[in-house]
């Protein structure tokens, strides 16, 4: 499978932006989908994750409240809903999917497949 990340820009604090992810070749429906982001000069991070059957998501605590993730496997896609964006957000996002144990759901190694990146950018 194959993952595609779009909708980011350059919006102003307190705006909102949706990511979307969609997928080519197989079906989604058996993986895990995360959202991940890098800021210059820093690690790739933890966002977002949903299970494959989306009835569990899972936050990084600085986004709790303000992104929200899901999915649509009959359409193969992962949105990540950004809303009270602040300059901190500001990093390239990229899409995941795997099948991590709950253990790693934050962590890059329980991902095998990423997206090529979409770049948020959050003025004050």
């Known amino acids: 499978v194959q993952l595609q990340a779009s909708g980011g820009g350059l919006v102003q604090d307190g705006a909102s932006l949706t990511l979307s992810c969609s997928a080519s070749?197989?079906?989604?429906?058996?993986?895990?989908l995360g959202w991940f982001r890098q800021a210059p000069g820093k690690e790739r991070e933890f966002v977002a994750a949903?299970?494959?059957?989306?009835?569990?998501?899972y936050n990084e605590e600085t986004v709790k409240g303000r992104f929200t993730i899901s999915r649509d496997n009959d359409k193969k896609t992962v949105s990540l809903e950004m809303n009270s964006l602040k300059p901190e957000d500001t990093a390239v996002y990229y899409c995941a999917g795997g099948m991590p144990a709950l253990s790693a759901i934050s962590s890059l190694s329980g991902y095998r497949t990423w997206g090529q990146g979409t770049q948020v950018t959050v003025s004050s």
């Open positions: 070749g197989r079906t989604l429906s058996m993986f895990g």
């Open positions: 949903i299970t494959w059957r989306g009835d569990k998501s």
